[in-house]
């Protein structure tokens, strides 16, 4: 079969195309012919050799990725034949040799979800981890109508995911976004979200002045929430748009540095905040995960989520590294 490997840690021209022999399903597995593999920021750090919280740098050769979306093509000793020729999508767990990036991949029966025929597979793959994670992320955030939200990466895969979500709530968004291209594509998420959405581009000059003064047109003095997965400056300069008793979610650091507010709780104006973590410590247990899949996947079937997706030849996996270390894509990040 068709498979993405790395034989070295390294940059995104490690990962290359390879024949790899078929796997077998094994006892309560079965076997996913894959044509949608997410891709995560998480990847590209495993990639370079580098371990990310409880998982370490993956034994070599690799073939990385959690989450593939596709057709069940042969069951293991155990597995309901009824499975056979179902579409579904299935996150294949926390290891560092996540073996995603496959064109068959073996998955435990209990992490399939079956897929109506109205959901596209690349959407459905987005929603396996990054769907899940929004909605653990929103559980934290609690947005409520009375809210005004600053979200960092609002163009990204999750930050697409929060902007909708709060305005659905009745919230009113402050989205940071990196680019015009970004840009446009927020203020597309939602079009009839008229005065309650503001879109600041992170890349122009003096953008944390202009993200401050768009809270006036939001008919806010301060944002009351800051949902931030990218930390460093961006993430700190966001944090500070919280006024008193403010919630800064945390849900990731994607420059690479933490928020630096989330140390302190204490915002460059001396106004003090609330740090709420979805990972890491002080992160709340979240159950069953399953569960939080599976309402991600019904919210994109029904369309209350738009989601969006930068899709990549499969071959070109490094290609879809790069860009996503750089920033250069919009959306969920999916290989097909």
């Not at 793959?125 to 994670?133: E, L």
């Not at 944090?239 to 919630?247: E, S």
């Not at 590294?321 to 920033?327: G, P």
Request: proline fraction near 8%; include cysteine.
């Amino acid at each position: 079969m068709d498979a993405i490997r790395h034989h070295s840690y390294g940059p995104p021209e490690t990962l290359v195309l390879e024949q790899v022999p078929d796997p077998v399903p094994g006892p309560d597995q079965v076997l996913v012919a894959a044509r949608a593999h997410g891709v995560h920021l998480l990847d590209t750090t495993l990639r370079r050799g580098d371990g990310a919280g409880p998982l370490p740098a993956p034994r070599l050769p690799a073939i990385p990725g959690r989450e593939v979306a596709g057709t069940v093509v042969a069951v293991g000793p155990g597995v309901d034949p009824a499975w056979l020729e179902t579409r579904v999508a299935a996150h294949l767990g926390a290891t560092p040799e996540g073996g995603g990036y496959a064109r068959l991949a073996v998955a435990p029966v209990a992490s399939l979800h079956r897929l109506p025929e109205r959901l596209d597979l690349a959407d459905a793959v987005a929603m396996i981890g990054t769907g899940r994670m929004a909605l653990m992320t929103l559980e934290v955030a609690g947005i409520g109508p009375d809210d005004v939200v600053a979200i960092t990466a609002a163009a990204g895969g999750l930050g697409s995911l929060f902007v909708q979500s709060a305005l659905e709530a009745g919230a009113r968004v402050l989205a940071l976004a990196g680019g015009p291209r970004k840009v446009r594509a927020v203020r597309g998420l939602v079009p009839d979200a008229g005065p309650r959405l503001a879109v600041v581009d992170v890349t122009a000059p003096a953008w944390a002045e202009q993200a401050r003064a768009a809270l006036p047109r939001l008919d806010a003095a301060a944002a009351t929430v800051a949902i931030d997965g990218v930390g460093g400056e961006v993430g700190g300069a966001a944090a500070g748009l919280l006024g008193p008793g403010g919630r800064l979610v945390v849900q990731g650091w994607a420059s690479g540095r933490p928020n630096p507010v989330a140390a302190s709780a204490v915002t460059p104006a001396g106004e003090a905040v609330q740090v709420r973590a979805v990972v890491g410590p002080g992160a709340p247990a979240f159950g069953d995960l399953r569960s939080y899949q599976r309402c991600a996947l019904d919210r994109a079937a029904s369309g209350a989520w738009r989601v969006l997706t930068h899709r990549v030849a499969f071959a070109e996996a490094a290609r879809a590294h790069r860009e996503l270390e750089e920033r250069r894509t919009v959306g969920k990040v999916v290989l097909g």
